[in-house]
C-alpha cells in the first residue's frame, strides 16, 4: 500500500478527521538517516502528525515542526509544504529504548519532556506564525494534542504509532486525528472517547492492512471523505540553493575556504547528500557576490 492521507468530516458527531500511512516514506527516512528502532518510531510519529497538521492549513504554507524535549534524541525537525512531501531528521538517529513492563519502543525516554514543541508556519506574512508549548510526555501524539488544545484553542485526539521488526526495518507507521468542531455536544464527545478507546494500536491496524480510510471507519461509520493525498520522503535540497546560501556567509569567508582547503564541502542535514564546491565554483560564488 503506497503512503497517503486522507481529510473528512463526521457531520453526526461535529468532528473532523484526518488519517495517513507513512510507512514507506519512513523506511526511506530510516535508510537515509540508519536510524535506529526508537528513533524511527519517533520520527515517524512526528511526521504522521506533521502531515496531518498541513493539511489543515488553507493554504500550502510551508511549516516548520521543532521538538527538543532535552532527552538522548536531541533535536527532532520536520519540514512539509502541504503538498505531500516532507523533509526530517533527529540529532541523533542512534537511540534506542525500550519499556521495561511492555517491551514497546520508549519514544517518551528518547525525545525526553523538558522542552517545547513548536511550530512555524511561513503564510507569506511579514514575520512566520509561531506557536509553541511545553512537551506533555515525550510521546509525540499527546504532545501534539496539547499544542492543538492550548495554541488552536481545538480540542483533538491525536493518535500516531510506528512499528518496527527485528531487523529494524518498517513494518507501519501512520496515525489519525480527530479535532471537535464548535457545535461538538457532550454525547459526540462521549462517543468519541470511547470509540478511541476501544480502538486497536493505529501501527497494528496499518500492518493489518488496514488503509486510513478503514481506520476512520473503524471509529465512525459515517464518515465522509472529502480529499486524499499521496505522501513522500522528499528533500527540496540543491546545488543551487546551497550556493545561495554561501553568498551570505560573505567574501571574507569565502576566500578563507579558498585559500585553506581549495573547495569546502556542504552536507543536508535533511537527506544526508553532500556538496562539494571547487575552488573555481567558490570565486564563481564570490564573482556573483
Known amino acids: 500500500m503506497k503512503d497517503y492521507l486522507v481529510r473528512g468530516l463526521v457531520n453526526s458527531k461535529n468532528c473532523r478527521v484526518f488519517a495517513c500511512s507513512t510507512t514507506k516514506l519512513l523506511e526511506v527516512a530510516r535508510k537515509d538517516h540508519s536510524l535506529w528502532p526508537t528513533a524511527s518510531a ?23 515542526v521543532v521538538i527538543n524535549g532535552g532527552g538522548p534524541i536531541g533535536t527532532m525537525i520536520c519540514v512539509t509544504n502541504g503538498d505531500g512531501n516532507i523533509k526530517g531528521f533527529v540529532a541523533n538517529p542512534g537511540v534506542h529504548y525500550t519499556y521495561n513492563d511492555t517491551g514497546k519502543l520508549a519514544v517518551g525516554v528518547a525525545v525526553g519532556h523538558e522542552g517545547t514543541l513548536q511550530v512555524i508556519k511561513d503564510m507569506g506574512l511579514k514575520e512566520p506564525f509561531t506557536g509553541s508549548v511545553p512537551l506533555q510526555t515525550g510521546e509525540i501524539g499527546d504532545d501534539f494534542s496539547y499544542y492543538f488544545a492550548v495554541s488552536e484553542q481545538t480540542p483533538s ?13 518498517i513494518l507501519a507507521s501512520g496515525g489519525f486525528i480527530i479535532q471537535l468542531l464548535p457545535e461538538a455536544t457532550e454525547e459526540d464527545i ?3 472517547e470511547n470509540a478511541v478507546k476501544n480502538c486497536p494500536p493505529v501501527s497494528q491496524l496499518i500492518n493489518d492492512g488496514k488503509t486510513p480510510e478503514e481506520i476512520l471507519e473503524l471509529l465512525f461509520s459515517d464518515v465522509e471523505i472529502t480529499e486524499k493525498q499521496d505522501l513522500y520522503f522528499k528533500c527540496d535540497c540543491s546545488k543551487d540553493k546551497l550556493s545561495k546560501a554561501l553568498i551570505t556567509i560573505g567574501k571574507d569567508e569565502l576566500n578563507s575556504m579558498i585559500e585553506k582547503d ?3 564541502q556542504l ?14 565554483e567558490l570565486k564563481e560564488i564570490i564573482n556573483d557576490i
Open 157 to 169: 485526539v491525536v493518535s500516531v504509532g510506528v512499528l518496527v521488526n527485528d531487523t529494524n526495518e
Open 262 to 264: 581549495h573547495g569546502c
Open 42 to 64: 519517533a520520527l515517524g510519529r512526528m511526521m504522521s502528525a506533521t502531515l496531518m497538521m498541513a493539511k489543515m492549513n488553507k493554504n500550502n504554507e510551508k511549516m516548520t
Open 267 to 280: 552536507h543536508c542535514q535533511f537527506c544526508n547528500t553532500e556538496y562539494n564546491f571547487s575552488e573555481e
Open 190 to 192: 462521549t462517543y468519541i
